[in-house]
């Protein structure tokens, strides 16, 4: 069965540190897709980055970069000079070859970021 | 913006009342996908629906159907209303529904079971 896990239900950062952002996975399926999302206060779901099982390099997307350790089934989501607006949810997220185009969703890290 | 639109944004209803909610994907995804947001349950995977077919189910409850159109827009009709279905239902949309592709979220419908 898959199965993702976000260990850190709250995190605080102070503005313009870097934070990470931990999810791990079980599977055996050797393709999958890893997505982390931003879900802020008004409740839209928004994409943040996007990590192939099969790509060599860790992904960046501006302040965001993923940590992916394959042998480690773990794919961190850094986030670098915190701003205000990162406060919010942030769901870690898969897709895997076997089991259709469904996602599975991590159950969330709240961030809070101190100004 | 996402590109995904989704009406209503807020529905409050009775116990045992059935309601219609409706999305529009991003213009050129064939692909589109419902989940379910609760506090107790997580975000949920109910239903995909790619080109006006049914292509994959997750947990959605036998009360619960969709359709796509032909224009592709869906709707999710949920019936016999519990209490407990109480929850941020999401709309996402994808080009094909293939295994690397993104799906855009669309801004939720928040549904209220008084």
């Known amino acids: 069965a898959q199965k993702i896990t976000q260990t850190q239900p709250g995190m605080f950062v102070q503005e313009k540190e870097a934070v990470t952002l931990d999810c791990t996975y079980d599977t055996s399926d050797p393709s999958y897709g890893l997505f982390w999302y931003k879900q802020p206060s008004s409740g839209e779901m928004i994409f943040l980055i996007y990590q192939g099982s099969y790509d060599q390099q860790n992904a960046t997307e501006g302040r965001y970069s993923l940590n992916f350790q394959k042998a480690r089934k773990s794919a961190n989501l850094v986030i670098s000079a915190s701003q205000l607006g990162d406060s919010a949810m942030y769901f870690c997220a898969m897709r895997f070859s076997n089991t259709g185009n469904q996602f599975y969703f991590g159950t969330g890290t709240s961030l809070t970021v101190i100004p | 913006d996402s590109g995904v639109t989704q009406t209503p944004k807020h529905l409050i209803t009775a116990t045992g009342q059935r309601v219609t909610l409706r999305c529009s994907p991003r213009s050129g995804d064939l692909s589109v996908y419902w989940y379910q947001q609760s506090l107790d349950q997580g975000l949920q995977f109910l239903i995909q629906y ?65």
């Open chain 2, 50 to 114: 790619y080109n006006g077919e049914e292509r994959a189910k997750g947990n959605i409850l036998e009360r619960f159907s969709a359709q796509q159109f032909p224009d592709l827009h869906s709707e999710l009709n949920l019936s016999s209303l519990e209490l407990g279905d109480s929850a941020l239902y999401f709309c996402a949309s994808s080009v094909e529904g293939g295994q690397v592709e993104t799906q855009y979220f669309g801004p939720g419908t928040r549904l209220l079971v008084l």
